[in-house]
């Protein structure tokens, strides 16, 4: 399928940028085409959004960055079609999107942790195990061979990066039902379970602490080697997908996340860098 016109889907883009009014920016009036980007992001990598947005505009002035959040295929579909520049993505190319129209670039990866209290003596969970915790089917660590106690959820609500990329690498199309508490910011659920002999929390790797232990999954320990190398099953990696042709500042953009100083400001927001 060749690229249709680019921005043929004007009119949806310009209901992405409608929230920037409220939030006063001026640039809609004077931003010409040329330097503007409307990007789909997904909801696994929605606390990278801001990055992406200010620090690109801080190198490009006078550059509008729109990103509007939601799942990785229809942010590809979308790119596909024209109506954005980049489409970022919790996975690589399908054999369906993978052809001479389209290309991706990886930026970079990171992780998902579980984590709990030093005193517990709980090392692994698997996946299966995981989402039986998740789903509610399982709300005991006695069930997992650990001391008859419950077990308390915490992490950063259904809305956030964190569980977004919980859904889509071990839910399988099934809902969140156990009950949980929720704090705003991952360094929060680290004080909690730090409090907590009973609670399971789930981080970013930036957000990690010798506070906590964090368990391995599937007896695999979550460390560079093994987050890189995607053997660490709650690995996240980020790509940036666009055109094979794409417009110069698109390219620009790609550049900037892909070269020195953009791959620094990724490891300082806790992922790690491809270079």
């Not at 990785?72 to 996975?91: E, F, H, K, M, Q």
């Not at 929390?201 to 560079?224: I, P, Q, Y």
Request: net charge negative; hydrophobic share 40%; glycine share 10%.
């Amino acid at each position: 399928m060749g690229p249709i016109g680019r921005k043929v889907g004007l009119g949806a883009a310009m209901l992405l940028c409608i929230s920037l009014f409220t939030a006063g920016c001026g640039l809609l009036n004077t931003a010409k085409e040329d330097n503007s980007l409307l990007v789909a992001g997904t909801k696994q990598f929605s606390g990278y959004s801001g990055l992406f947005q200010a620090e690109f505009a801080k190198q490009y002035k006078n550059t509008l960055v729109v990103i509007q959040e939601g799942d990785t295929t229809p942010g590809i579909l979308a790119l596909r079609n024209g109506a954005i520049d980049v489409a970022i993505a919790s996975r690589d190319l399908n054999e369906n999107e993978d052809d001479k129209w389209t290309q991706s670039h990886l930026i970079a990866k990171d992780a998902i942790h579980l984590i709990v209290h030093p005193g517990n003596p709980a090392a692994d969970l698997t996946m299966a195990q995981l989402k039986s915790i998740l789903t509610g089917k399982v709300d005991n660590w006695k069930q997992l061979g650990g001391p008859d106690m419950p077990i308390a959820l915490v992490f950063t609500g259904l809305a956030s990066d964190t569980y977004g990329g919980l859904s889509d690498l071990v839910m399988e199309g099934e809902e969140m039902a156990a009950k949980a508490v929720t704090r705003a910011t991952g360094k929060e659920v680290v004080e909690d379970v730090a409090a907590d002999k009973q609670a399971v929390g789930f981080v970013a790797t930036k957000d990690l602490d010798v506070k906590v232990k964090a368990l391995t999954v599937n007896n695999v320990e979550a460390n560079r080697t093994t987050i890189y190398s995607g053997r660490y099953p709650l690995t996240r990696s980020i790509y940036f997908v666009v055109q094979s042709e794409p417009s110069e500042l698109t390219r620009k953009f790609v550049d900037f996340f892909l070269g020195k100083d953009g791959q620094a400001l990724l490891r300082k927001e806790g992922a790690l860098p491809i270079h």
